[in-house]
């Protein structure tokens, strides 16, 4: 199927964009990498009348250094430019770890940060990881500038606070605090499949080697990332042994997510998934925290 008839502009700068984004609220879609938007679109599944390509605005695309340690991502910056970027291998490990898992290298080469997030599929491993990495998103529309914190943003099924006059343009991730580690895991039927369910985990430890805080978010277990607040609790002050994972990858498993049956996998399955890999996650981020891998 081929998409419905759109206007299409092309803006240069942010200010045009935003303008665009005015003059035709609801009816606009941003494209970006497109590669959500555009095969929606040839199914007709949405169809907008208005297109507004940001991909001539360099200003959008980016990755720099924050003074405290932290990270600044621009929403237009491939997936491709930050799975090989050396500076978030080193501030951001989970990100570096996530990234490969995303579609296949023909898709990582044009999808965008920005276009991800925005798309807010519950299903996305950076709408789970930036969730676990605290992370702030930029939005800015001709009315004023934002912030929001990325566990506000997602509302629900491919559903955001992004109002129809707003671009994000621009993602801020917190430095990880000293003896932090973190880790990624999922299950697909095949290799760059949707992942069936998916776990990011983040874990400080203290000075004796307690579990000080611990953030564990999932994907594909619910209608928007899932964040295992009630494990976490159940893991603080806990020592990094496995039945203290074991105990709280069941909590999480049973109350923290909301998954749904489909014709990929029942409910019940992802719960089991979720706990196996809850286990592991914190397991091994745990292990990555002491400097032990």
Not at 19 to 35: I, N, R, S, W
Request: with cysteine; charged share 25%.
């Amino acid at each position: 199927m081929k998409p419905a008839p759109f206007d299409y502009y092309a803006p240069t700068t942010v200010d045009q964009a935003l303008a665009h984004l005015t003059e035709h609220g609801y009816e606009a879609k941003v494209l970006a990498g497109g590669q959500s938007l555009v095969p929606m679109m040839n199914f007709r599944l949405v169809e907008p009348s208005v297109l507004v390509d940001v991909n001539s605005i360099p200003d959008l695309a980016f990755i720099q250094p924050d003074e405290d340690g932290g990270l600044r991502i621009g929403a237009l910056t491939r997936h491709y430019q930050v799975e090989v970027d050396p500076l978030v291998a080193e501030r951001m490990p989970l990100i570096h770890e996530a990234v490969p898992k995303i579609g296949y290298p023909q898709i990582r080469r044009r999808g965008t940060i920005g276009g991800s997030l925005c798309h807010a599929d519950p299903s996305a491993e950076l709408v789970a990881v930036s969730v676990a990495l605290n992370g702030r998103f930029r939005l800015q529309s001709p009315r004023a500038e934002r912030w929001v914190p990325a566990q506000d943003f997602f509302v629900g099924l491919f559903t955001t606070v992004l109002e129809p006059d707003e671009l994000m343009v621009e993602v801020a991730l917190p430095p990880l605090p000293a003896r932090t580690g973190s880790s990624f895991m999922e299950v697909a039927r095949r290799r760059h499949d949707f992942a069936l369910v998916g776990v990011a985990a983040v874990v400080t430890l203290d000075e004796k080697g307690s579990i000080r805080q611990a953030r564990m978010v999932f994907l594909s277990a619910g209608d928007r990332p899932m964040e295992a607040h009630r494990a976490a609790k159940a893991l603080a002050g806990q020592g990094p042994t496995p039945e203290a994972f074991r105990a709280a990858a069941e909590i999480a498993a049973a109350e923290d997510i909301d998954p749904s049956s489909d014709i990929h996998a029942t409910a019940e399955f992802r719960r089991h998934l979720a706990k196996v890999l809850a286990g592991r996650a914190l397991d091994q981020a745990c292990r990555r925290a002491a400097g032990k891998e």
